[in-house]
Nanobody, 123 residues
Framework: VQLQASGGGSVQAGGSLRLSCAAS????????MAWFRQTPGKEREFVAAGGSGRTPRYADSVKGRFIFSRDHGKSTAYLQMNSLKPKDTANYYCAARSRWTVQYYRDVWYDAWGQGTLVTVSS
């Protein structure tokens, strides 16, 4: 499985960005995909996740501002980020696993990872 993340960039506070994660090599339709983020010196932090037919889950810090979606036909996951804040600045990583897990918020359960895409929000 290979994941290719894109869409990061620099934006002012209050702005929006849309991240994309294109997956190849995923089989079936039950796979789960997620977004995590990390800043230097800190642990990787859960942002959002979605599974086939499941309501997306969000970290409290992004709920109401970020929207997770998937295009099954393209095996691609998206993260629409609105009302961005300086504290959202981080490297954002997409991840995938073969099936949904109730511990979707833990990075250890994901088998495949994309490269990070940097999001910088200035005040």
């Amino acid at each position: 499985v290979q994941l290719q993340a894109s869409g990061g960039g620099s934006v002012q506070a209050g702005g929006s960005l849309r991240l994309s994660c294109a997956a190849s090599g995923l089989s079936g339709s039950e796979y789960a995909m997620a977004w995590f983020r990390q800043t230097p010196g800190k642990e990787r932090e859960f942002v959002a996740a979605g599974g086939s037919g499941r309501t997306p889950r969000y970290a409290d810090s992004v709920k109401g501002r970020f929207i997770f979606s998937r295009d099954h036909g393209k095996s691609t996951a998206y993260l629409q980020m609105n009302s961005l804040k300086p504290k959202d600045t981080a490297n954002y990583y997409c991840a995938a696993r073969s099936r949904w897990t109730v511990q979707y918020y833990r990075d250890v359960w994901y088998d495949a990872w994309g490269q990070g895409t940097l999001v910088t929000v200035s005040s």
